[in-house]
């Protein structure tokens, strides 16, 4: 540290004191269900990115008074009206059964790469119990790869072709056939206009390792009575590991469970449930697959021991949170600050966030809502929402949906 | 909503202008999923830009990103690229008051620069000199068609699965990836904390693809082409590329395209990044 360093850090200790700080000295609010909180930590994470952000930053911004509720994250659904084969070129060439149950099923087939030969139109069969229809009688909306990738700016399986079957064809099997097929490919088959959807609901939005994934699996019908009958899948990690799904019939369904591992992926991004189902709806073969993604975290830092909440002269209201560091990195708290409205009622103010580097052992965050975001809200004031994120992770690793309350101005000197 | 906040940046400019100096306005231009050295040219066309810089009280000052948006949104080459872009625009060109107008995927790697201001030191400068974004649009729900892709691209082989397509921005605009990174990461959808500055989404409702009509034909016929089947992957209404629950899902809807195109016309998701049927200058007019 240098002279100019020291004397600066002495001026600005000397100045928090003179600024009249006030401070209330307290432990967060217990965890309430749905919260999110480590019991252990790692101090062996994956290493974060070299150009992980360095410099604390800290931001605040005051939420509209139109802003709507804020609520906890809440679970995502997959409804699935869809299924993809994975099938061989010599299958494809002698005719690939699809199973259909809504007229103008979509169809596209993606080439697999290397040697796999793109599909050309004018090579595409459809046969409807056991009778070749005519090209023109078959297909509606025939779409290339070169219109897919110029309608959606995205890149498709190179020579993959996609098609809609003619609705007046009606429901059931198809054999699709494409003469010159070489490789592997998969065939994508999606019903928008099916009354059978397979549902896979995750109730929790984000994981930590070695948690249990448990999602609930349905198959339902709008018209006719759907059974469900085989059904699996497995995890996959952003680094390609993957763990099967076991199928735990239950009271209220389906689950499919896996255990996730204790070693975090070295790779960025989410890890995926795929889930396969086979069904019946009134006697027709249903085939759906799903995905749901996830994020799961090392437990690498966490919430922990007695925060202060500050106040100054000038109006700007401050929280500095602990943090216990298990595995050094760059971790953010971010909250929404409550306040008391002039009737009296707690609403959303503001939102803070702060980041920083920090080594292993107990570190601290601090939250701060300049005056100008805080507006006219007086005490009792709540920190809620409050989340500990792993950045250089992008781990989600705590949440608490109410985290703290400062019934009056905080009162104690620091 | 819009009005409000218009006339709350109306006071402040007027703030501004009672201080010491006017207000520099500028203008950035984000594109979506790809990689760009010349996004003017073979992204949002010159004429495009050159229409919409117009509305601006110096029309020298707006920048188009050139970006690699085909990593995830967070990744340096795609975010970090935004900032450090934009940062230099706002340094070079002393702008105080940004509009960024962005496209599909371009809506994402902003919201998460407003939605993680702590995760780059830049990050709040930006912030506070934007006025607000204008996203022609937005996948801020993902789309089906991602996943599409996805599938099409990912084979189960005896040892797993294998990753055969290197696009994350495709992959991360899947819909359950897009419900995560919402719940987790992102602001501005339903039920989340509201972003630092408003975020306007344009919504394409439709596509037509009827040959030579000026409906499929702005923006290129053969895309309208491949829009007819990516439709009817879709929502009934959608853009063909994204439901416009997508375009809906983040911040506030400006407008659907038929409220305010000439001749109520449709807005397919190639026409939504061009001088098609007066876009330009509406969103001239907004600057």
């Known amino acids: 540290m240098t002279r100019q360093t020291i004397t600066l850090a002495t001026l600005a200790a000397a100045l928090a004191l003179a600024g009249a700080v006030h401070a209330q000295d307290a432990t967060l609010l217990p965890a309430a269900r749905g919260d999110v909180t480590l019991r252990g930590l790692v101090t062996d994470a994956p290493a974060t990115p070299p150009s992980v952000e360095r410099a604390p930053v800290h931001f605040a911004w005051a939420l509209p008074d139109d802003a709507g509720a804020i609520t906890a994250p809440t679970p995502y659904t997959a409804v699935s009206r869809e299924y993809w084969k994975d099938v061989d070129g010599a299958a494809l060439a002698r005719g690939v059964t699809i199973h259909t149950t809504a007229p103008g099923a979509l169809v596209l087939i993606s080439p697999g790469g290397g040697d796999s030969r793109g599909v050309a139109p004018g090579a595409l069969q459809v046969r409807q119990g056991g009778r070749a229809v005519a090209a023109r009688d078959a297909i509606v909306a025939l779409a290339p790869q070169a219109a897919l990738e110029a309608a959606t700016g995205t890149s498709f399986a190179p020579g993959a072709l996609g098609f809609r079957l003619n609705p007046a064809l009606g429901t059931g099997a198809f054999d699709l056939q494409v003469a010159d097929a070489r490789g592997r490919y998969v065939v994508h088959v999606r019903e928008p206009d099916s009354a059978v959807a397979l549902r896979v609901e995750n109730p929790v939005s984000a994981y930590r390792t070695g948690d249990r994934v448990s999602l609930q699996a349905s198959l339902d019908s709008d018209t006719s009575r759907a059974t469900l009958g085989d059904i699996g899948g497995m995890l996959v990690a952003p680094d390609g590991r993957d763990f099967p799904l076991r199928a735990v019939r239950t009271r209220g369904g389906i689950d499919l469970q896996a255990e996730l591992p204790h070693d975090a992926s070295s790779v960025p991004g989410l890890w995926e449930a795929h889930v396969l189902a086979a069904g019946d709806a009134d006697g027709a073969e249903v085939l759906r697959d799903a995905k749901v993604a996830f994020e799961v975290a090392a437990p690498t830092a966490r919430l922990r021991g007695r925060y202060i909440a500050r106040s100054d002269a000038g109006g700007q209201l401050a929280f500095d949170l602990p943090v216990e560091v298990g595995s050094p990195g760059r971790y953010e708290v971010r909250a929404v600050l409550y306040g008391t409205d002039r009737a009296g009622a707690l609403a959303p103010v503001a939102v803070g966030h702060a980041a920083d580097w920090l080594g292993r052992g107990a570190g601290a965050l601090t939250l701060v809502f300049p005056p100008e975001v805080t507006r006219d809200a007086t005490a009792p004031y709540e920190l809620r929402q409050l989340g500990l994120h792993d950045q250089g992770r992008m781990g989600r690793l705590e949440y608490r949906e109410r985290a703290a309350r400062v019934a009056s101005r905080p009162l104690i000197g620091r | ?287």
């Open chain 2, 1 to 287: 909503m819009r009005i409000r906040t218009i006339v709350l940046a109306a006071l402040l400019a007027t703030a501004a202008t009672l201080g010491s100096a006017q207000a520099a306005t500028g203008v950035a231009f984000v594109h979506g999923t790809s990689k760009h050295t010349d996004a003017a040219s073979d992204y949002w066309t010159h004429d495009n830009i050159n229409s919409i810089r117009q509305g601006l009280p110096d029309p020298a000052n707006y920048v188009v990103i050139n970006c690699d948006l085909t990593q995830y949104m967070w990744h340096d080459d795609a975010a970090g690229c935004v900032a450090g872009q934009l940062q230099s625009f706002i340094a070079a060109r002393g702008i105080t008051d940004l509009v960024v107008i962005t496209h599909s995927n371009g809506g994402n790697v902003m919201r998460w620069i407003m939605s993680n201001p702590t995760w780059d030191s830049r990050y709040p400068g930006i912030i506070s000199r934007i006025r607000w974004v204008n996203a022609l649009a937005p996948s801020s729900a993902g789309t089906p068609l991602a996943d599409a892709v996805m599938a099409g691209n990912m084979f189960e082989s005896a040892l797993g699965w294998l990753m055969g397509y290197k696009n994350d921005a495709v992959r991360m605009q899947q819909v359950s990836w897009m419900a995560s990174y919402n719940a987790d990461w992102l602001y501005g959808t339903s039920g989340r904390p509201s972003l630092p500055r408003s975020f306007y989404s344009v919504v394409g409702t439709d596509v037509r693809s009827a040959p030579f009509t000026a409906n499929a034909n702005c923006g290129g016929y053969l895309q309208s082409v491949g829009l007819e089947f990516t439709q009817n992957w879709l929502a009934s209404c959608s853009d063909g590329f994204l439901n416009c629950s997508s375009q809906s899902a983040a911040g506030y809807v400006w407008f659907q395209d038929t409220q305010r195109t000439e001749k109520q016309r449709v807005l397919n998701h190639n026409q939504s990044r061009r001088n098609c049927f007066g876009l330009d200058v509406i969103l001239r007019n907004d600057l």
